[in-house]
């Protein structure tokens, strides 16, 4: 019997079952009122003397007109960091359980399962950096309560085939955490059209990425509403500020400008691929779903030092596994692009290390 067949409160630490979540005032009261004396806030300052929303409830709304869900399944948190940390602190007891990935990913799973006393176990991706299916499915065992998948992956670009994920959704007795931090870009589908199939699916998304709003810091999590309930009742009262929910209303209303950004990045990346293969140093340019490009060049940490001494900074994924001399590029602006290739061109061929 698979996660999808069963109820996910089997999943979730016994003492965040029982938690009683505090109750704020704005909890207890909606609706519209001329004067507001339950907070114990200041009459001064308007609008910021107020406390926010504390379930974001005009943001979700509109979010879930976009993408297609419900208000109940989604929850919003500062980036997707707060999500992440959250699931480790719904479903996993610090010290017995454990979670699964694959190598190279997003660095913040391992970060959140340290912090949380949480054995974190990786299984690398294949030499082609397809998704090891059967070996993720392999490493988990009675106490693996979350898996996690970035599609696009971060730092190798490439998107995941469905029909892989759902083997991993079925097949595994956890939550699986679908990371699509870098969907906008792609051109799979997201998973969020599925929510309904899978009980045990969280996708993560952000408006970092293409919505240009990392400055922001607003993730979302999209799940079956038990899961965000659980969300809701562990994270902090207010989490998501008044001036980050208006600026997301704001924003969200921009979503046609959103796609001719897209659509920009998407073209100066391929024309910034093509160039690269003029450049001796370049030994491989991997496929991209992404804003980014991972690219394995003659000694990664010298052509990094040089471009640090032009002004240009790019990522160093030297040490990641798998990556060895490879340098994260992330796509910018037509000019900014010209920049960086013009100081690649002017690479010494040779440079000590």
């Known amino acids: ?59 979700k709304q509109r979010l879930a007109r976009q993408r297609g869900v419900t208000p109940q399944q989604i929850f919003l948190g500062v980036g997707s960091d707060e999500a992440i940390d959250l699931l480790y602190r719904i479903f996993c007891t610090p010290g017995r359980h454990n979670a699964l990935s694959i190598a190279p990913t997003y660095g913040m799973y391992r970060v959140c399962a340290d912090i949380n006393d949480v054995a974190y176990r990786e299984v690398p991706l294949n030499a082609d950096f397809s998704l090891p299916v059967e070996a993720l499915l392999a490493a988990a065992d009675a106490d693996s309560r979350l898996l ?44 969020l059209g599925r929510l309904a199939e899978f009980p045990n699916l969280v996708v993560l998304q952000t408006l970092s990425k293409a919505w240009g709003s990392a400055g922001v810091r607003l993730g979302m999590a999209f799940a079956a509403p038990a899961i965000i309930d659980y969300f809701n009742r562990v994270k902090y009262p207010y989490n998501i500020s008044a001036p980050v929910q208006r600026y997301a209303l704001d924003m969200l209303d921009r979503a046609d400008e959103v796609s001719r950004w897209v659509a920009d990045t998407l073209a100066v990346r391929d024309r910034f691929v093509g160039r690269l293969a003029e450049l001796p140093l370049v030994q491989r340019v991997y496929p991209s779903d992404a804003n980014f490009v991972l690219v394995r060049v003659d000694e990664a940490t010298a052509v990094y030092r040089w471009l640090l001494d032009e002004g240009i900074v790019v990522r160093n994924r030297s040490s990641v596994r798998l990556c060895d001399d490879c340098l994260r590029i992330t796509i910018g602006t037509a000019d900014e692009m010209n920049l960086l290739f013009q100081a690649l061109s002017r690479y010494p061929k040779r440079m000590s290390l």
């Not at 698979?2 to 979730?12: A, F, L, Y």
């Open 1 to 59: 019997m698979t996660t999808s067949s069963k109820s996910i409160e089997q999943w979730v630490r016994p003492n965040i079952r029982r938690l009683q979540p505090y109750s704020s005032a704005r909890n207890e009261f909606s609706g519209e009122a001329s004067v507001w004396l339950d907070a114990n806030e200041s009459p001064f300052n308007t609008p910021y003397n107020r406390y926010p929303d504390p379930l974001q409830w005009a943001v």
């Open 148 to 191: 996690f998948v970035c599609s696009p992956n971060n730092p190798t670009g490439n998107a995941f085939p469905e029909e892989e994920i759902e083997r991993l959704l079925t097949g595994f007795e956890g939550i699986v955490v679908v990371d699509e931090a870098y969907i906008d870009f792609s051109s799979r589908p997201s998973w």
